[in-house]
Structure formats: structure tokens, C-alpha cells
């Protein structure tokens, strides 16, 4: 799922956690990460909401949660963030955190 600005907040309101990659076009790490993102969306669908947000189009976003550098991974649940990965992780990292919200 593709985040934007506009539907930030809405998808906040879910009730299920949610998984949101930061990254850029330009960004290396951020294209091998990619198709790691993608698996874990396939696999999680109907139990977490996850998404990619690319910080120069959200950059209140990026902004608001202090992301430095990409890739960054947030956590969220209650629309809280409550956990984060930086850098290029594997799929199995990614999977735990997002386990222990399930």
C-alpha cells in the first residue's frame, strides 16, 4: 500500500498494526528492501497494514517522525509508533517485530 500524506491518518484509525517502509527512489538499500516489503505485505494481509512511504513525497511525514535515514521501518499500533528498523534487514527481522503487535 502506497502512503501518502492524505491517507497517513486513515490508515492510523485501523484497528490492526501497521508496518510503514520510508525510502526514496534514489536510495540503493531502500530498492533491495523493496520485495521484502512486498512479501511481508502478501503474507500479512487482513492481520497488518503495510506500506511504503516514500520520504520525498511525504516529507511532513518523514519529518514528523524524525526518519534520518532510509530505509527506516516504523512500527505502529493504536496509531502509536512503538517500534523501528534502519537500514537494510532481513524479511525474518521484520517479521518479529511485526509478530509481537499481532
Not at 76 to 87: A, L, T
Request: net charge negative; aromatic share 6%.
Amino acid at each position: 500500500m502506497k502512503v501518502t500524506e492524505e491517507n497517513f491518518n486513515t490508515i492510523m484509525q485501523q484497528p490492526l498494526p501497521v508496518m510503514i517502509d520510508f525510502g526514496a527512489t534514489w536510495c540503493g538499500p531502500c530498492k533491495a528492501l523493496a520485495p521484502r516489503i512486498e512479501e511481508i505485505e502478501k503474507e500479512y494481509e487482513g492481520r497488518a497494514i503495510v506500506g511504503t512511504a516514500d520520504v520525498d513525497e511525504c516529507s511532513d511525514l518523514a519529518a514528523q517522525f524524525r526518519i534520518r535515514n532510509v530505509p527506516t521501518v516504523l512500527f505502529f499500533k493504536g496509531g502509536q509508533p512503538v517500534d523501528k528498523s534502519v537500514g537494510l534487514v532481513a524479511k525474518e527481522t521484520l517479521a518479529e517485530k511485526l509478530n509481537a503487535l499481532l
